[in-house]
């Protein structure tokens, strides 16, 4: 009896160190997210609203599918937006469908190219793998987006930075 004591008291305590000394110190981050933030922007530099205008966001996917990114955005409030990146292609190409107030048919369209580096991102064996990207270039076709700008080469999950991309839409438009 007292040998059987003895075993089940070491096997506790070899149970109770290991559990204690096997935890992980690193807190993975709850959002993995890793997203390029759109700002609007006027030709005098101050953020643009799309007031009545309508705005979608379509990309391609890997299998030739398209698929909706953004579903209309408009109002006062609607000074950005954020468009999921890939970490497989160089290029994530966005297309842009914008529909002015009252027209019912048909769509104002451009596109926006993002070039990126894709880096590995690695925090902890305990943690998710994620991507990291350097925007590296930016461009537009300028049908009723004026100019694109990066302001933020760095895309990460940290969401208290800067927007990445300024889009200045055409005044004229």
Request: some cysteine.
């Amino acid at each position: 009896m007292r040998k059987t004591m003895g075993v089940l008291a070491t096997a506790f305590l070899i149970t109770h160190f290991s559990l204690l000394f096997s935890c992980s110190t690193i807190d993975c981050p709850l959002n993995h997210n890793v997203a390029t933030r759109f700002q609007l922007m006027k030709p005098d530099g101050n953020p643009d609203t799309l007031l009545t205008d309508t705005m979608w966001v379509l990309t391609t996917r890997m299998d030739g599918t398209d698929t909706l990114l953004l579903n209309r955005l408009c109002g006062n409030n609607a000074t950005g937006f954020s468009l999921p990146i890939s970490h497989i292609l160089p290029e994530d190409a966005f297309l842009v469908l914008m529909r002015k107030e009252g027209q019912t048919e048909g769509y104002y369209y451009d596109s926006i190219i993002v070039k990126k580096e894709d880096t590995e991102h690695f925090e902890s064996v305990d943690c998710q793998p994620s991507f990291f990207h350097k925007i590296t270039g930016v461009r537009c076709k300028e049908h009723f987006i004026d100019s694109v700008v990066i302001n933020n080469p760095d895309v990460n999950y940290d969401t208290k930075t800067p927007a990445h991309i300024r889009l200045y839409l055409n005044p004229d438009f």
